[in-house]
């Protein structure tokens, strides 16, 4: 036999109270007082019947899904630590994370699935994760015609009429390289600029890359010190960084301190000091970046680095979505987090 769903009504006959009694401690509805006795008498009704709100129903009363879609990569660890701050923000404002990836799809495609679920009241907004120079005008005319709470995080630098979440990447290598200076504060010679790249994209430089490379260059020239770029290709997740380090010492004296842009590549960089004898955080100082894969708790010694705020661009995505779904689409904007800055035994 199929087991009667407990409703609202039968937990109102319980506690002797009116339906509109429930809902108000349900839903904090305000303008209705209910004194603190008469919500326990309700909340233990809810308990004794073990009264679940009945979503759907909820649904088409409020319009509200209570479901935000967060889309991205999941083999990538940025999607992992951007839904990390998604899912911190969601529970603290009752919303859930419909997870979606494009996988074998067209990227386009599994966009527009996005929008039949917008339209299907199955999701209120929408979170992406995209590349530091996604610009898709295709996709962003959708957004708009749909009317759908949205916002890119990484994405639409410089596109007005989308709402952005982004990371100050100039500022992160300015801080970065602030850390070295007073870690050496007689030094005259500028850190040496590694730029590491995916032997995928060939000569191709991102935009948060070329704002990296940009930062150094004017910080170098700021403190009258001659920039120095190295770039070296990642091939099958390995960079081989012994021939680099033994030229860079065969002019004597000191070596220079080195920025490496990822920190993903650092294990690679200490295994070939350690080959030619030098001393992390003495012959030789090193600091990343970027703290995507959490180098600094992963390294002996402990990796110096700063970190792209990921977990906090999760938070902002999910606060914009939820001002959006609350007070209509606003005036899109630009939101730049500064990155954080995570002190170690490297540099």
Known sequence: M???RITSHDVAKLAGVSRSVVSAVLNNTPGIGVSAETRETVLSAIRELNYHVDAQARSMKTGRSMTLA???????????????GMQQECEASGYHILLCSPGQRNSGDAR??????????????????????????????????????????????????????LADYRGSVGMALDYMLA?????????????VFHSSAGSRVIWAERNRRDAYTEWCNLHGMKPSVSRHEEKEGRVEWQEWLSQLGEAG?????????????VPDLYRAAHRLDLRIGKDLRIMAADNTIQGHRLSLPSLSCVEIPYVGMGQ??????LKQIGQGPGTPGKLWLPALLRPGESA
Request: glycine share 8%; with cysteine; aromatic share 10%.
């Open 70 to 84: 967060a889309y991205g990569d999941t083999r990538h660890p940025l999607f992992m630590r951007l839904l990390e």
């Open 2 to 4: 199929v087991k009667k």
């Open 316 to 321: 902002e995505a999910v606060r914009c979505v």
């Open 183 to 195: 870690g050496d504060p007689a030094g005259t010679t500028a850190p040496v600029y590694a730029e």
């Open 253 to 265: 004296g000191e070596l220079p301190p080195v920025l490496v842009n990822w920190s993903s590549a």
């Open 112 to 165: 527009n699935e996005l929008l039949d679920l917008y339209h299907q009241r199955k999701i209120d907004g929408i979170v992406t994760l995209d590349d530091t120079s996604y610009r898709n005008r295709e996709w962003a005319l959708k957004v708009k015609e749909t009317g759908v709470p949205y916002v890119s995080v990484e994405g639409y630098d410089g596109t007005e009429g989308i709402y952005s979440i």
